[in-house]
Protein backbone atom coordinates (compact mmCIF):
# COMPACT_ATOMS: atom_id res chain seq x y z
CA UNK A 1 0.00 0.00 0.00
CA UNK A 2 1.40 3.35 -0.78
CA UNK A 3 1.13 6.06 2.20
CA UNK A 4 2.98 8.55 0.31
CA UNK A 5 3.55 9.47 -3.10
CA UNK A 6 6.02 12.37 -4.66
CA UNK A 7 5.75 13.04 -8.34
CA UNK A 8 8.73 14.36 -9.55
CA UNK A 9 7.89 16.87 -12.20
CA UNK A 10 10.96 19.31 -12.35
CA UNK A 11 12.03 17.47 -15.73
CA UNK A 12 8.97 16.26 -17.93
CA UNK A 13 9.03 14.94 -21.46
CA UNK A 14 6.39 15.40 -23.51
CA UNK A 15 4.58 14.33 -27.05
CA UNK A 16 6.22 10.46 -27.36
CA UNK A 17 7.21 9.85 -23.46
CA UNK A 18 7.79 8.62 -21.73
CA UNK A 19 11.50 7.82 -23.64
CA UNK A 20 11.43 9.62 -27.26
CA UNK A 21 9.46 12.89 -26.21
CA UNK A 22 10.94 16.22 -25.49
CA UNK A 23 12.21 17.25 -22.73
CA UNK A 24 10.43 19.99 -20.79
CA UNK A 25 11.34 21.44 -18.04
CA UNK A 26 8.69 22.21 -15.39
CA UNK A 27 9.82 22.60 -11.82
CA UNK A 28 7.22 21.13 -10.24
CA UNK A 29 6.35 18.38 -7.65
CA UNK A 30 3.21 17.02 -6.65
CA UNK A 31 3.17 15.30 -3.15
CA UNK A 32 0.39 13.38 -1.98
CA UNK A 33 -1.23 10.25 0.21
CA UNK A 34 -3.22 8.63 -2.61
CA UNK A 35 -1.98 7.81 -5.77
CA UNK A 36 -4.51 7.80 -8.11
CA UNK A 37 -5.41 11.84 -7.31
CA UNK A 38 -1.90 12.74 -7.77
CA UNK A 39 -1.65 11.35 -10.91
CA UNK A 40 -5.47 13.76 -11.69
CA UNK A 41 -3.46 16.53 -10.33
CA UNK A 42 -0.71 16.19 -11.92
CA UNK A 43 -2.69 15.37 -15.43
CA UNK A 44 -4.57 18.77 -14.67
CA UNK A 45 -1.21 20.45 -14.24
CA UNK A 46 0.29 19.41 -17.39
CA UNK A 47 -2.82 20.69 -18.92
CA UNK A 48 -5.13 17.45 -19.45
CA UNK A 49 -8.51 16.98 -18.25
CA UNK A 50 -7.89 13.94 -16.10
CA UNK A 51 -11.39 12.34 -17.05
CA UNK A 52 -9.96 12.28 -20.66
CA UNK A 53 -7.47 10.00 -19.39
CA UNK A 54 -8.39 6.08 -19.88
CA UNK A 55 -6.33 4.45 -17.42
CA UNK A 56 -7.27 7.34 -14.90
CA UNK A 57 -10.96 6.93 -15.23
CA UNK A 58 -11.14 3.64 -15.08
CA UNK A 59 -9.21 3.66 -11.95
CA UNK A 60 -12.26 5.97 -10.82
CA UNK A 61 -14.39 4.55 -12.22
CA UNK A 62 -13.26 0.25 -10.30
CA UNK A 63 -13.28 2.84 -6.86
CA UNK A 64 -9.55 3.27 -6.96
CA UNK A 65 -9.69 6.79 -6.21
CA UNK A 66 -10.80 10.12 -6.46
CA UNK A 67 -10.19 12.28 -9.95
CA UNK A 68 -12.39 14.80 -9.73
CA UNK A 69 -10.53 17.48 -8.72
CA UNK A 70 -13.20 19.48 -6.95
CA UNK A 71 -13.37 16.92 -4.71
CA UNK A 72 -9.39 16.73 -4.08
CA UNK A 73 -8.39 19.06 -1.15
CA UNK A 74 -5.20 20.65 -3.32
CA UNK A 75 -2.48 23.29 -1.52
CA UNK A 76 -1.94 25.75 -3.18
CA UNK A 77 -5.67 26.76 -3.57
CA UNK A 78 -4.98 28.97 -6.77
CA UNK A 79 -2.71 25.64 -8.18
CA UNK A 80 -4.83 26.28 -11.64
CA UNK A 81 -2.41 29.60 -12.00
CA UNK A 82 1.08 26.86 -12.28
CA UNK A 83 -0.48 24.59 -15.22
CA UNK A 84 1.72 24.17 -17.86
CA UNK A 85 0.15 22.75 -20.99
CA UNK A 86 2.17 19.55 -22.75
CA UNK A 87 2.38 18.48 -26.08
CA UNK A 88 0.15 15.31 -26.08
CA UNK A 89 1.55 12.17 -28.12
CA UNK A 90 0.97 12.16 -31.48
CA UNK A 91 -2.33 10.56 -33.15
CA UNK A 92 -0.49 8.86 -35.64
CA UNK A 93 3.50 8.07 -36.62
CA UNK A 94 5.62 6.14 -39.33
CA UNK A 95 8.33 4.05 -38.88
CA UNK A 96 11.32 4.30 -41.47
CA UNK A 97 11.80 1.03 -41.71
CA UNK A 98 10.05 -0.80 -44.78
CA UNK A 99 10.94 -4.42 -43.59
CA UNK A 100 9.44 -4.01 -40.86
CA UNK A 101 5.71 -4.86 -40.07
CA UNK A 102 4.19 -3.57 -37.05
CA UNK A 103 0.76 -5.10 -35.53
CA UNK A 104 -0.56 -2.11 -33.18
CA UNK A 105 -4.04 -1.88 -31.59
CA UNK A 106 -4.17 -0.16 -28.10
CA UNK A 107 -0.57 0.50 -27.67
CA UNK A 108 -0.06 3.32 -25.75
CA UNK A 109 3.31 5.69 -26.10
CA UNK A 110 5.49 4.09 -23.82
CA UNK A 111 5.61 1.14 -25.80
CA UNK A 112 5.60 2.77 -29.40
CA UNK A 113 9.00 4.76 -27.74
CA UNK A 114 10.93 1.87 -26.53
CA UNK A 115 9.88 0.66 -29.67
CA UNK A 116 11.40 3.32 -31.64
CA UNK A 117 14.33 3.63 -29.67
CA UNK A 118 15.11 -0.20 -29.80
CA UNK A 119 14.54 -0.66 -33.93
CA UNK A 120 16.87 2.77 -33.95
CA UNK A 121 19.86 0.83 -32.19
CA UNK A 122 19.07 -2.47 -32.77
CA UNK A 123 17.35 -3.42 -36.27
CA UNK A 124 20.35 -4.24 -38.22
CA UNK A 125 20.86 -7.22 -36.01
CA UNK A 126 17.49 -8.52 -36.35
CA UNK A 127 18.10 -11.15 -39.49
CA UNK A 128 17.44 -14.28 -37.54
CA UNK A 129 14.17 -12.78 -37.19
CA UNK A 130 12.56 -12.45 -40.42
CA UNK A 131 9.75 -14.69 -41.47
CA UNK A 132 9.69 -15.83 -44.68
CA UNK A 133 8.41 -12.95 -46.57
CA UNK A 134 11.83 -11.64 -45.37
CA UNK A 135 10.44 -9.01 -43.42
CA UNK A 136 10.64 -8.40 -39.44
CA UNK A 137 6.82 -8.84 -37.41
CA UNK A 138 6.44 -6.93 -34.71
CA UNK A 139 3.38 -7.13 -32.33
CA UNK A 140 2.07 -4.23 -29.45
CA UNK A 141 -0.79 -3.49 -27.90
CA UNK A 142 -3.68 -4.74 -25.45
CA UNK A 143 -6.44 -4.90 -28.54
CA UNK A 144 -3.67 -6.75 -30.88
CA UNK A 145 -5.11 -9.17 -33.27
CA UNK A 146 -3.43 -12.41 -34.07
CA UNK A 147 -0.22 -12.28 -36.02
CA UNK A 148 2.10 -14.81 -37.47
CA UNK A 149 4.00 -17.03 -35.79
CA UNK A 150 7.34 -15.67 -34.88
CA UNK A 151 6.59 -12.11 -34.68
CA UNK A 152 7.82 -10.71 -31.54
CA UNK A 153 5.75 -9.48 -29.33
CA UNK A 154 6.54 -6.50 -27.16
CA UNK A 155 4.98 -5.74 -23.67
CA UNK A 156 3.13 -7.15 -20.96
CA UNK A 157 -0.18 -6.44 -22.76
CA UNK A 158 0.30 -8.70 -25.90
CA UNK A 159 1.00 -12.10 -24.08
CA UNK A 160 -2.36 -13.33 -24.21
CA UNK A 161 -0.16 -14.46 -27.54
CA UNK A 162 2.76 -15.26 -25.79
CA UNK A 163 2.71 -19.18 -27.68
CA UNK A 164 2.98 -17.46 -31.04
CA UNK A 165 6.09 -15.67 -30.44
CA UNK A 166 9.34 -14.24 -29.02
CA UNK A 167 7.32 -11.95 -26.01
CA UNK A 168 9.00 -9.25 -24.21
CA UNK A 169 6.81 -8.90 -21.15
CA UNK A 170 7.49 -5.44 -19.09
CA UNK A 171 4.83 -2.14 -19.48
CA UNK A 172 6.65 -1.10 -20.92
CA UNK A 173 9.53 -3.27 -21.57
CA UNK A 174 12.62 -1.42 -21.59
CA UNK A 175 15.22 -1.39 -24.80
CA UNK A 176 17.47 -3.48 -22.88
CA UNK A 177 14.95 -5.95 -21.66
CA UNK A 178 14.00 -6.18 -25.31
CA UNK A 179 17.72 -6.71 -26.31
CA UNK A 180 18.47 -9.47 -23.57
CA UNK A 181 15.36 -11.27 -24.54
CA UNK A 182 16.16 -11.38 -28.58
CA UNK A 183 19.95 -11.48 -28.16
CA UNK A 184 20.18 -13.82 -25.18
S1 LIG B 1 2.52 -3.09 -22.14
FE1 LIG B 1 2.20 -1.26 -20.89
S2 LIG B 1 3.34 0.32 -21.94
FE2 LIG B 1 3.01 -1.33 -23.41
S3 LIG B 1 1.14 -0.83 -24.51
FE3 LIG B 1 0.60 -2.14 -22.79
S4 LIG B 1 0.05 -0.68 -21.17
FE4 LIG B 1 1.23 0.46 -22.69
Known amino acids: MIHFLIFDGIMGMEGMGPAYGKPK??????????PLSADAVASRMMGFRPGDIPHLKLAFLKGLGE?????????????????????PPPETFSLIFPDVVVYDKGSCSACLSTLMIF?????NKLDNYRLSDQKIHIGIGKYIDPCPNGTILIGSCTSRLKHK???????????SQIHQTLFP
Open 25 to 34: PVGMVVVSDH
Open 165 to 175: GIFVGGCPPIS
Open 67 to 87: IRLGKISIEPKDYIKWVNPFE
Open 119 to 123: LQKYH
